[in-house]
């Protein structure tokens, strides 16, 4: 029973536009949530992240919105540039045990 | 520059043989992790550790896996005897956790290949 959810395997986003990523949680005890980014052959890396008091956070490029009544995560990237293209994992924490989602592959198109 | 690392980065083995994956955290770090990446379930949590203490294996096959911490700078993941559907990538990840840090390093993973 998957508690965190990306839905969308795969996202196509032209250079300069906004890349959104999105994840769906069921457990309300999630207490932080976070972004990691992968490229190929390599480990998950911190990309951002977000305490569950709080519904947005901001660094450079990257924002991730919380809507808590809703249990969904966002990352929005702008603009979005090449070398973004990855694959995103959303993960939530609950007393320190982390679960992620499945994955979504960004692809930014020159 | 601090570093994940793990050990050995590919092993192709049949099934039944035993495996063993290394990692070393990073130095100063109190949580270790486990973790398996496949194609349909995403990144899993097998087992981890703080102050090499095992804190959770709930993620484990416990008849054929086993994880241990014998020192600050050693984490082993042993997989015994391993079957085909074990062919996955396996993560090490150590972090700073309990203190308002949530954040984990990743190490570049054990492509395992179970034939």
């Known amino acids: 029973d998957q508690q965190v959810k990306q839905n969308s395997p795969s996202l196509s986003v032209q250079e300069g536009r906004i890349s959104i990523l999105n994840c769906d949680y069921t457990?309300?005890?999630?207490?932080?949530f976070l972004w990691y980014k992968k490229y190929p052959a390599e480990g998950p890396t911190f990309l951002i992240s977000?305490?569950?008091?709080?519904d947005k956070n901001e660094d450079g490029r990257f924002t991730v919105f919380l809507n808590k009544s809703a249990k969904h995560l966002s990352l929005h990237i702008v603009p979005s540039q090449p070398g973004d293209s990855a694959v995103y994992f959303c993960?939530?924490?609950?007393?320190?045990?982390?679960?992620f989602g499945s994955g979504t592959k960004l692809n930014v198109k020159p | 520059d601090a570093r994940v690392t793990q050990t050995p980065r590919h092993k192709v083995t049949e099934m039944g043989q035993e495996v063993t994956m290394r990692c070393q955290p990073i130095?100063?770090?109190?949580?270790v992790f486990w973790y398996r990446q496949t194609m349909m379930q995403g990144l899993e949590l097998l087992a981890y550790f703080r102050n090499r203490a095992p804190l959770d294996d709930s993620g484990m096959p416990k008849d054929r896996f086993s994880a241990e911490m014998p020192d600050a700078t050693l984490a082993t993941l042993k997989i015994q005897p391993s079957e085909p559907r074990d062919s996955a990538v396996y993560f090490c990840a150590s972090g700073q956790t309990g203190q308002g840090s949530y954040e984990q390093y990743f190490g570049p993973g054990t492509r395992l290949t179970v034939t």
């Open positions: 130095l100063g770090h109190n949580t």
């Open positions: 977000i305490s569950s008091i709080k």
């Open positions: 457990n309300s005890m999630f207490d932080y």
């Open positions: 993960a939530a924490n609950n007393f320190n045990k982390f679960y």
